[in-house]
């Protein structure tokens, strides 16, 4: 009768074409970097399943170097990020314990909306690069000198944001926000109610959750010269142009679903598709909904990389604690100058 860890080594070779390896472990695959650690569930016998930790060794190779029980992976709150915590690693194994570092999960499958979005990840998946660039809102009510949204030096950003269309992206979105008339933030649909002052808490009519959004001025009116996207952006780049927050009762800041996640924009499944690994999101404003677009594509699985040079704040005092937040979510805040970007220049000579 095999051991479990000669099932699971039956079963990754047959997956991978490897071969066990007699001291450095199984080689899975190829394309980290060394020092980089990443934990995965793997289905072994009939509903049985356990997780392997793969570690990349100096050759820039995985290796499947240990296994340990079903808890070796642990959710951590929402955002699709899993903290691989020190658990005794199965019997059957005979493995000691092991204290295994935070990492990030990319590929989710289609059933995102489960807590464990990056259980079950592809060996593929999780050695593959296929970047995509979500422009968010780049829109003359979001830009100066007559947006009645106008983020401070917003317009500033588009020469850098048209250079990046211009790298070897996967896929390169741009989102729209496109209201109705009467859209549930704008300050003029409550009595009594003032921009930028005011608050408004929205309570789903079914389950009873609520949500508190900021109240706005009139902006993005479908259709309207507010809403079009900056006539400086290189729309001939764009492969898709995404339109949210058409439903008048909610608030949409992600560009992949509104707070209650009912109104989902299809992103999600459009990044699945096309075999997205990694999202990078540049855009207006970073305070809100650059902020929410990031988050949700961590949260769904999605490394995720906001390139802080190429959007800017609706608040500018509040860039650095935004910044922050962002990073205890597992999402990557750095310049479009930094190596973050080398990866995906390096797919043109592929």
Same mark, same amino acid.
């Given at each position: 009768?095999?051991?479990?860890?000669?099932?699971?080594?039956?079963?990754?070779?047959? =997956?991978?074409?490897?071969?066990?390896?007699p001291?450095?472990?199984?080689?899975?695959?190829?394309?980290c970097g060394?020092?980089?650690?990443?934990?995965?569930?793997?289905?072994?016998? %009939?509903?049985?399943?356990?997780?392997?930790?793969?570690t990349?060794? /100096?050759?820039?190779?995985?290796i499947l /170097?240990?296994?340990?029980?079903?808890d070796?992976?642990r959710?951590?709150t929402?955002?699709?990020?899993?903290?691989?915590c020190?658990?005794?690693?199965? &019997?059957? !194994?005979?493995?000691? %314990?092991?204290?295994?570092?935070?990492?990030l999960?990319a590929g989710?499958?289609?059933?995102?909306?489960?807590?464990?979005?990056?259980?079950?990840?592809s060996?593929?998946?999780?050695?593959a690069?296929?970047?995509?660039?979500?422009?968010?809102?780049?829109?003359?009510?979001?830009?100066?000198?007559?947006?009645?949204?106008? =983020?401070?030096?917003?317009?500033s950003?588009? &020469?850098l944001?048209n250079?990046?269309l211009?790298l070897?992206?996967?896929?390169r979105?741009?989102?729209?926000?496109?209201?109705p008339? @009467?859209?549930?933030?704008?300050a003029h649909?409550?009595p009594?109610?003032?921009?930028?002052?005011?608050c408004?808490?929205?309570?789903?009519?079914?389950?009873?959750q609520q949500?508190t959004?900021?109240l706005?001025p009139?902006?993005c009116?479908a259709d309207?010269?507010?809403?079009q996207?900056?006539?400086?952006?290189?729309?001939?780049r764009?492969?898709?142009v995404?339109?949210?927050?058409?439903?008048?009762?909610r608030?949409?800041y992600?560009?992949?679903?509104d707070?209650?996640?009912e109104? @989902?924009?299809?992103?999600?499944?459009?990044?699945?598709?096309e075999?997205v690994?990694?999202?990078?999101v540049?855009?207006l404003?970073?305070?809100?909904?650059v902020? !929410?677009?990031?988050?949700?594509a961590?949260?769904?699985?999605?490394?995720?990389?906001v390139?802080g @040079? !190429?959007t800017?704040a609706?608040?500018?005092?509040?860039y650095?604690?935004v910044?922050?937040?962002?990073? /205890?979510?597992?999402?990557?805040? =750095?310049?479009s100058? %930094? %190596? !973050?970007?080398?990866?995906?220049r390096?797919?043109?000579?592929?």
């Amino acid at each position: 009768m095999p051991t479990l860890k000669a099932t699971l080594l039956l079963v990754l070779a047959a =997956v991978t074409g490897a071969a066990a390896a007699p001291a450095g472990g199984t080689r899975i695959g190829h394309g980290c970097g060394p020092g980089e650690y990443m934990c995965s569930s793997y289905q072994v016998i %009939s509903d049985r399943e356990t997780d392997g930790l793969l570690t990349c060794n /100096s050759q820039g190779e995985w290796i499947l /170097s240990a296994f340990c029980n079903r808890d070796c992976c642990r959710d951590e709150t929402r955002q699709g990020r899993k903290v691989a915590c020190q658990q005794t690693a199965d &019997p059957t !194994a005979g493995l000691a %314990s092991a204290s295994f570092r935070p990492h990030l999960f990319a590929g989710a499958p289609p059933s995102t909306s489960l807590p464990h979005a990056a259980d079950n990840i592809s060996l593929a998946a999780m050695t593959a690069f296929n970047p995509a660039l979500i422009v968010v809102d780049l829109q003359e009510d979001f830009c100066p000198p007559h947006g009645s949204l106008a =983020v401070p030096d917003g317009r500033s950003i588009v &020469p850098l944001i048209n250079s990046l269309l211009t790298l070897p992206f996967a896929l390169r979105i741009a989102t729209r926000d496109w209201h109705p008339p @009467d859209h549930v933030s704008f300050a003029h649909t409550h009595p009594s109610a003032a921009p930028f002052t005011s608050c408004h808490t929205i309570t789903h009519p079914r389950t009873g959750q609520q949500y508190t959004t900021t109240l706005w001025p009139a902006h993005c009116v479908a259709d309207t010269p507010g809403a079009q996207l900056l006539p400086e952006l290189d729309m001939m780049r764009v492969d898709r142009v995404l339109d949210k927050g058409r439903a008048v009762d909610r608030e949409m800041y992600s560009a992949f679903t509104d707070p209650f996640g009912e109104s @989902d924009s299809g992103l999600g499944a459009l990044l699945r598709r096309e075999g997205v690994t990694d999202v990078y999101v540049v855009g207006l404003a970073l305070d809100y909904c650059v902020r !929410a677009t990031a988050e949700d594509a961590a949260r769904l699985g999605f490394r995720t990389v906001v390139l802080g @040079d !190429a959007t800017r704040a609706v608040s500018p005092d509040t860039y650095e604690q935004v910044v922050e937040e962002l990073k /205890s979510h597992g999402i990557d805040v =750095v310049l479009s100058t %930094s %190596s !973050a970007l080398e990866k995906v220049r390096a797919l043109a000579y592929t």
